[in-house]
Each structure stands twice: as structure tokens, then as C-alpha cells.
């Protein structure tokens, strides 16, 4: 199956700093995904993005589908953002969403 | 409210018995999905449904059996071959397979004590 990396593993930012999330993947996708995991396991929908570039507030997102990875941006990051992020990947020759391991941010006021 | 629901949020089981971990949506998706969650772990599928009557094995069904008899409902049983089944249980679903965004339920934690 398709392998997805996400990079960094940990970050750590003050609160009001800006990040940027990475995501690699290893083949052609139907539709990628970004998640957030909030400290109870919820897994919350940020973005459904196969290609382009989508906001959504203070987040955004690109995929370059032809370069195989997508970046997560959150600006003025607050202590809510705190959570485990996930980029998921849909191959529809295995009809597998396939997960990176994921970037856990921590937000300190 | 439209959503998925899941049940119960926690399970406690002794090794060697049969659980059923219930999974409801009210947002009428065709497709429905289960994965499992280890600690510091992405998600791994177990189980899809793409319409009713209808389900496939994803990476990890050994040990797992599904059903999905009504459009609403994809139950997951965890059955006693399952060899490490202490893990986050979660349901998701979308409007068609593949091709949409997945939405996920609150989750399951099951313990196999």
C-alpha cells in the first residue's frame, strides 16, 4: 500500500506562533485528508483536499497531487490546537485510507 | 443532530470472549468504515462497507467480523482470535466509497484484561 510520512513528529510552538505540517506520500491518490485528534480520540475533519489550496479560518491547506504532498498551515496558534494531526490517503486500488503516523502539536500559553 | 454515534465508549473484557462494539450514522452515507487505533499509531482499517449487504476485509480483519444489514448500522465483533485486541475502536462513513470525506465517530476503547 501507499506509505504517507508526516513530518515533524512532535512541535511544541507558543501560543500565537505559526506552523507548518508536512505530508509525503508515496503514490497517485484518489483524495487526501487532514485530521485533527483532540486529546479524547475524536477525530475532527479539517480538509478534504486532493489538489489545490483550501482555507478554513486561521487553517490551510495545499496538495500538489503531481509532487505527492500536501502542508497543513495553522497561523496564531492557540492552546485548543493542541492535538495529534493526521494526513490520510485514499488508494482506490486497495480501497484502503491509509494514515501517516502523525504530528503531535503542543501549544503553550 | 446528524452524526455517527458509538457504543459503548468503553468496554472491559476478559480474554477469550466474543464483544460487539455498536456503530450508528444518521447522515444516510452508503459507505461505512472500521479501524483500529494502537497508542502513538495512525489508524489501520479493519472492515468497509460500501452499501448495504455489502462489506470487504481491509488490512487487519483477521479476528474481526462485521455486518450491514441496515443502512444505518455497522457493528464490529471482536471475536477471541483476535490475538491483541486491546486497542481504540473507530467507525467512520461517507456519502460514497473512497472518493469523499470520512467522517468518524467518537470512538471505543476495549481492554482485554
Redesign the interface.
Known amino acids: 500500500?501507499i506509505q504517507?510520512e508526516q513530518s515533524p513528529p512532535d512541535l511544541i510552538l507558543q501560543e500565537g506562533a505559526n506552523s507548518t505540517l508536512r505530508c509525503n506520500f508515496s503514490d497517485s491518490v484518489?483524495?487526501l485528508?487532514w485530521?485533527h485528534q483532540n486529546p479524547?480520540?475524536?477525530?475532527i475533519?479539517l480538509f478534504?483536499i486532493p489538489s489545490g489550496t483550501k482555507q478554513n479560518g486561521r487553517l490551510s491547506a495545499t496538495t500538489v497531487a503531481t509532487e505527492r504532498y500536501s502542508l497543513l498551515y495553522i497561523s496564531s496558534s492557540q492552546t485548543t490546537d493542541s492535538g495529534v494531526y493526521?494526513c490520510?490517503v485514499?488508494e482506490?486500488g486497495a480501497?484502503?485510507?491509509f494514515?501517516?503516523?502523525?504530528t503531535r502539536l503542543t501549544v503553550i500559553p | 443532530d446528524g452524526g455517527i454515534t458509538q457504543s459503548p465508549k468503553y468496554l472491559f473484557r476478559k480474554e477469550g470472549q466474543n464483544v460487539t462494539l455498536s456503530c450508528e450514522q444518521n447522515l444516510n452515507h452508503d459507505a461505512m468504515y472500521w479501524y483500529r487505533q494502537d497508542p502513538g499509531q495512525g489508524l489501520r482499517l479493519i472492515y468497509y462497507s460500501q452499501i448495504v449487504n455489502d462489506f470487504q476485509k481491509g488490512d487487519i480483519a483477521e479476528g474481526y467480523s462485521v455486518s450491514r444489514e441496515k443502512k444505518e448500522s455497522f457493528p464490529l465483533t471482536v471475536t477471541s482470535a483476535q490475538k491483541n485486541p486491546t486497542a481504540f475502536y473507530l467507525c467512520a462513513s461517507s456519502s460514497q466509497l473512497g472518493v469523499d470525506t470520512q467522517y468518524f465517530g467518537p470512538g471505543t476503547r476495549l481492554t482485554v484484561l
Do not use: R
Open positions: 500500500g504517507v484518489n483524495n485528508q485530521f479524547w480520540g475524536q477525530l475533519n478534504y493526521f490520510a485514499w482506490g480501497n484502503n485510507l494514515f501517516g503516523t502523525g
